[in-house]
T-cell receptor
Framework: AQKITQTQPGMFVQEKEAVTLDCTYDTSDQSYGLFWYKQPSSGEMIFLIYQGSYDEQNATEGRYSLNFQKARKSANLVISASQLGDSAMYFCAMRERSTGGFKTIFGAGTRLFVKA | DSGVTQTPKHLITATGQRVTLRCSPRSGDLSVYWYQQSLDQGLQFLIQYYNGEERAKGNILERFSAQQFPDLHSELNLSSLELGDSALYFC?????????????FGPGTRLTVT
């Protein structure tokens, strides 16, 4: 079963506008973490933001915020004031406990195109 | 620069061969994770090591193995290579004590099996 679902293969946004990238997850654990990573065309993986399952406030990091709705099991990424450099692949991921350690499961990704 | 280094950057080899990918984590990070990114499978977690010990396993094939050495660098060994093993292999490290559990990714090793 898919544990991380990103339903938008591609998204377009106008420069300077806000955009929301969707992510839903599935876990039976009470303690888990949710991440967003950015992968530009150069290939590196860049950490954007983290939300712990017990965190009551939505995480924010600069222009990035994570809209965490625990009951709906969603962790959408909101990018405000989009910039051309935001064009990239975005991955939602979940860290959950595995025997002795932790697994991180990634979604299929959403490719964001920022238009000038 | 994440502080995680991976060598080599590119590797081209033939089917049936064996290769070793190397990763040096960020200074102070005890955890190392390996991932495989391919077009058809996406980004898949392979295995986690913590301070030299295997901690978690994901979708790692039996032909693949990994280890973490006392100096904390890690190696991923891929044997009896098949065309389908062609992928970008990432190593990531983290400080498990940090509240954000952020994983710092290396630049990856692109493996091409011909």
């Amino acid at each position: 079963a898919q544990k991380i679902t990103q339903t938008q293969p591609g998204m377009f946004v106008q420069e300077k506008e806000a955009v929301t990238l969707d992510c839903t997850y599935d876990t039976s654990d009470q303690s888990y973490g949710l991440f967003w990573y950015k992968q530009p065309s150069s290939g590196e993986m860049i950490f954007l933001i983290y939300q712990g399952s017990y965190d009551e406030q939505n995480a924010t990091e600069g222009r990035y915020s994570l809209n965490f709705q625990k009951a709906r099991k969603s962790a959408n990424l909101v990018i405000s004031a989009s910039q051309l450099g935001d064009s990239a692949m975005y991955f939602c991921a979940m860290r959950e406990r595995s025997t002795g350690g932790f697994k991180t499961i990634f979604g299929a990704g959403t490719r964001l195109f920022v238009k000038a | 620069d994440s502080g995680v280094t991976q060598t080599p950057k590119h590797l081209i080899t033939a089917t049936g061969q064996r290769v070793t990918l190397r990763c040096s984590p960020r200074s102070g990070d005890l955890s190392v994770y390996w991932y495989q990114q391919s077009l058809d499978q996406g980004l898949q977690f392979l295995i986690q090591y913590y301070n030299g010990e295997e901690r978690a396993k994901g979708n790692i094939l039996e032909r693949f193995s990994a280890q973490q050495f006392p100096d904390l660098h890690s190696e991923l060994n891929l044997s009896s290579l098949e065309l389908g093993d062609s992928a970008l292999y990432f190593c990531a490290s983290s400080d498990e004590e940090a509240s954000s559990y952020e994983q710092y990714f290396g630049p990856g090793t692109r493996l091409t099996v011909t």
